[in-house]
């Protein structure tokens, strides 16, 4: 079993930029794809980006293409979320999760993922 933890959210304005990591123990991160998803109040958890296991292949929102990047460093058992020109639309509390499926597949349904982090909020003021 592999826990996470998610860190580097906070309070933002409108433009800015935070980056969010998630810090796995336990398990080697390798062995997982890895994904962000958020919620915001009132809403279900949706997914954000995901990331293969090796790094290659990586898939996002539509709403937050362009803007957000997803990394890993499997070395460092660290997932990364890059996010810039943030919006207040983007205000929620951001989780990391863990997909332990053998097959090579990038998911996006909240379901697909086995391990999940507590959570860290992202405030984005107007």
């Known amino acids: 079993q592999v826990q996470l933890v998610e860190s580097g959210g906070g309070l933002v304005q409108t433009g800015g930029s935070l980056r969010l990591s998630c810090a796995a123990s336990?398990?080697?991160?390798?062995?997982?794809?890895m994904a962000w998803f958020r919620q915001a109040p009132g809403k279900e958890r949706e997914f954000v980006a995901a990331?293969?296991?090796?790094?290659?292949?990586?898939r996002y929102t539509d709403s937050v293409k362009g803007r957000f990047t997803i990394s890993r460093d499997n070395a460092k058992n660290t997932v990364y979320l890059q996010m810039n020109s943030l919006k207040p639309e983007d205000t929620a509390v951001y989780y990391c999760?863990?997909?332990?499926?053998?097959?090579?597949?990038?998911?996006?349904?909240?379901?697909?993922?086995?391990?999940w982090g507590q959570g860290t909020q992202v405030t984005v003021s107007s």
């Open positions: 336990g398990r080697t991160l390798g062995n997982y794809i």
């Open positions: 990331i293969s296991r090796s790094d290659r292949t990586t």
């Open positions: 999760a863990a997909d332990r499926s053998p097959a090579n597949l990038i998911r996006k349904g909240k379901e697909s993922y086995d391990y």
